[in-house]
């Protein structure tokens, strides 16, 4: 069983910067691919970015790409989401998940094992 625990949400305001954090316990973490996603009130769930650890691949939408940064470290069984140049419209709870073993599919959501909670990240005009 493996357990994802997101935080560093909050509120910040336009043009600001967040670091998300999700922590993971479970064994093999290495083997693991993880992804970001969100959902804002009334939208649906959207893909943000993703890690491979095996292939070492990171993957981002076109809506964050160059702005946001995704990155883990094995150690800590940790994975960051670094937001740069955050605007109003990435305001949304954001996901963590995991893939524990497989082929990697960064942008479909059905294909992670596992998910966290969720942390608001709101961003302010």
């Known amino acids: 069983q493996v357990q994802l625990l997101e935080s560093g949400g909050g509120l910040v305001q336009a043009g600001g910067s967040l670091k998300l954090s999700c922590a993971a316990s479970?064994?093999?973490?290495?083997?693991?691919?993880m992804g970001w996603f969100r959902q804002a009130p009334g939208k649906e769930r959207e893909f943000v970015a993703a890690?491979?650890?095996?292939?070492?691949?990171?993957y981002y939408a076109d809506s964050v790409k160059g702005r946001f940064t995704i990155s883990g470290d094995n150690a800590k069984n940790t994975v960051y989401l670094q937001m740069n140049s955050l605007k109003p419209e990435d305001t949304a709870v954001y996901y963590c998940?995991?893939?524990?073993?497989?082929?990697?599919?960064?942008?479909?959501?059905?294909?992670?094992?596992?998910w966290g909670q969720g942390t608001q990240v709101t961003v302010s005009s």
């Open positions: 479970g064994p093999t973490f290495s083997g693991y691919s």
């Open positions: 998940a995991a893939r524990i073993m497989g082929d990697w599919y960064p942008t479909t959501a059905e294909k992670y094992d596992y």
């Open positions: 890690i491979s650890w095996r292939a070492g691949n990171t």
